[in-house]
């Protein structure tokens, strides 16, 4: 009777065991599918940083390359214009100030093509210093004056209304309001292109540039701050751009601490905005007023 009931007892305990035995096999081999898994996402991701230092060093290249060309065309348009070989007929003028502007925006789409390769790789540096709105404004205003041609568009730059000084790079910032500035000038026939900033919070300002252009469809909006996004739109078809300006204004933005949005309507016209700190603390606390 013992001995039976001692083998009764043991069967439990060997299936048990076997429990734990199979459980362990199963484990070590979940372990080994993981470690596998690890190890082919480290080759991928090391295949993807080469891949994008790949892309990185052929954008720069590239566009160090095209900066040769597009500066000496830049060139020798402004000495026709100039008359210095001799007067030009209208419309020979009005040819070579086409073809002035053209270069002039493909320059513009090659330096946001380097300096988007440039955000992508980590290149780009932020240099904070203390600087006033006013001055802000006045550089940008002194920007757009030559090529502000159409006397069917005003371009206004609001006196800043109790807004601190600003501890934050202001090329950074400045080039995120030209890119802004661009869009609604280009987008915009009749009316206005204001610009203002305001203090959104104490630690947080807000910069917009509002105009009364042709509008965004709401659908369209999620996507405008996304690489090489260009609306379907007749107008955008006429004036084509490279579809990288939004997308560097909102990496640049955040490298800066904030963010962008824009808000518009069909046919109204359309706002576009960045907010950053007012004191910029990326590389540690920011000095003391």
């Given at each position: 009777?013992?001995?039976?009931?001692?083998?009764?007892?043991?069967?439990?305990?060997?299936?048990?065991?076997?429990?734990?035995?199979?459980?362990?096999a199963?484990?070590?081999?979940?372990?080994?599918?993981?470690?596998?898994?690890?190890?082919?996402?480290d080759?991928?991701?090391?295949?993807?940083?080469?891949?994008?230092?790949?892309?990185?060093?052929?954008?720069?290249y590239?566009?160090?390359?095209?900066?040769?060309?597009?500066?000496?065309?830049?060139?020798?348009?402004?000495?026709?214009?100039?008359?210095?070989?001799?007067?030009?007929?209208?419309?020979?003028?009005?040819?070579?100030?086409?073809i002035?502007?053209?270069?002039?925006?493909?320059?513009?789409?090659?330096?946001?093509?380097?300096?988007?390769?440039?955000?992508?790789?980590?290149?780009?540096?932020?240099?904070?210093?203390?600087?006033?709105?006013?001055?802000?404004?006045?550089?940008?205003?002194?920007?757009?004056?030559?090529?502000?041609?159409?006397?069917?568009?005003?371009?206004?730059?609001?006196?800043?209304?109790?807004?601190?000084?600003?501890?934050?790079?202001?090329?950074?910032?400045?080039?995120?309001?030209?890119?802004?500035?661009?869009?609604?000038?280009?987008?915009?026939?009749?009316?206005?292109?204001?610009?203002?900033?305001?203090?959104?919070?104490?630690r947080e300002?807000?910069?917009?540039?509002?105009?009364?252009?042709?509008?965004?469809?709401?659908?369209?909006?999620?996507?405008?701050?996304?690489?090489?996004?260009?609306?379907?739109?007749?107008?955008?078809?006429?004036?084509?751009?490279?579809?990288?300006?939004?997308?560097?204004?909102?990496?640049?933005?955040?490298?800066?601490?904030?963010?962008?949005?824009?808000?518009?309507?069909?046919?109204?016209?359309?706002?576009?905005?960045?907010?950053?700190?007012?004191?910029?603390?990326?590389?540690?606390?920011?000095?003391?007023?």
């Amino acid at each position: 009777m013992r001995q039976g009931s001692s083998e009764q007892g043991l069967e439990p305990l060997q299936e048990r065991d076997a429990q734990i035995a199979a459980l362990r096999a199963e484990l070590d081999e979940t372990n080994r599918g993981v470690l596998a898994l690890y190890a082919e996402l480290d080759d991928k991701a090391g295949q993807l940083k080469e891949a994008l230092d790949l892309k990185g060093r052929f954008l720069s290249y590239m566009s160090h390359e095209f900066r040769t060309p597009l500066t000496s065309v830049l060139s020798l348009s402004g000495i026709l214009l100039q008359g210095l070989d001799g007067p030009l007929t209208e419309e020979q003028r009005r040819q070579v100030t086409f073809i002035r502007s053209s270069i002039r925006e493909l320059s513009e789409m090659v330096d946001d093509l380097l300096d988007l390769a440039k955000v992508d790789a980590g290149r780009i540096t932020v240099s904070p210093e203390w600087f006033e709105m006013v001055d802000l404004f006045s550089a940008l205003r002194g920007m757009f004056k030559p090529i502000l041609t159409s006397t069917d568009v005003s371009l206004i730059f609001e006196e800043p209304q109790n807004v601190p000084r600003i501890y934050s790079d202001d090329r950074r910032l400045s080039q995120i309001l030209r890119n802004f500035i661009s869009n609604a000038l280009k987008f915009t026939r009749h009316g206005e292109v204001r610009v203002s900033a305001r203090l959104l919070t104490p630690r947080e300002i807000e910069f917009a540039v509002t105009d009364t252009g042709v509008g965004i469809a709401a659908d369209h909006l999620p996507a405008l701050f996304s690489d090489f996004v260009q609306l379907d739109t007749r107008m955008q078809r006429r004036l084509r751009g490279s579809g990288l300006g939004l997308s560097l204004s909102r990496k640049l933005a955040e490298i800066l601490g904030g963010r962008v949005g824009a808000e518009s309507e069909l046919g109204v016209g359309s706002r576009f905005w960045v907010v950053i700190p007012v004191a910029y603390e990326g590389a540690g606390k920011a000095p003391n007023l």
